[in-house]
């Protein structure tokens, strides 16, 4: 491994190594928001949401003919982000009830490593993860993918289901169960 992540403090908080300030993605100020039943869905302005849409794919999880039947990219990426969350409580057998989740889609890998470093003290080389404390997934654009996304949803499915959260070996095993079975 040796990689490391360096840090850099200014007068204006923690910046990471590429200069982005880590508080950038917690404001989402002029940033597209799409709201769905499980999921607000904010999209950092550079990127553009037919091409996130086309990222996920539920083909493998709702049949052909049951396919959702919005009009518009966003509508489209709305009833995707539903649906794998559905298939994701289905697959733990876990429901937890009122649970709605934030996804943050940036453009850049540096701008998810730096609010990972804001709150851990540490950056990561995970293209996605999921925060508790704030209800927020993060991934960039270019990681997105129905099983990344899974993966981080049910996350956020255990952590709401018990009352205690289970050790995070267990809940990442359960949450690799997911991914794995997605499209069964």
């Known amino acids: 491994m040796g990689w490391q992540w360096v840090l850099m403090v200014t007068a204006s908080g923690l910046l990471a190594a590429g200069g982005i300030p880590a508080g950038e993605l917690e404001d989402t100020s002029g940033w597209p928001r799409i709201d769905s039943r499980y999921c607000t869905i904010w999209l950092e302005p550079s990127l553009e949401v037919k091409t996130i849409n086309q990222r996920l794919k539920t083909w493998m999880i709702r049949p052909t003919g049951l396919r959702p039947t919005a009009d518009t990219p966003e509508a489209q990426l709305a009833a995707k982000c539903d649906t794998i969350f559905r298939r994701a409580q289905e697959l ?38 999921y925060v508790f404390e704030n209800n927020t997934i993060y991934t960039t654009g270019k990681d997105l993918s129905t099983s990344v996304l899974a993966h981080e949803m049910a996350h956020c499915i255990i952590d709401h289901y018990f009352g205690v959260r289970p050790p995070r070996k267990i809940e990442e095993m359960l949450a690799m169960y997911v991914d794995a079975h997605l499209g069964e």
């Open 92 to 129: 733990l057998d876990m429901y937890p009830p009122g649970v709605h989740v934030t996804v943050k889609i940036t453009s850049t890998q540096d701008a998810i490593q730096s609010v990972h470093a804001a709150r851990y003290g540490i950056g990561t080389e995970a293209i996605a993860f």
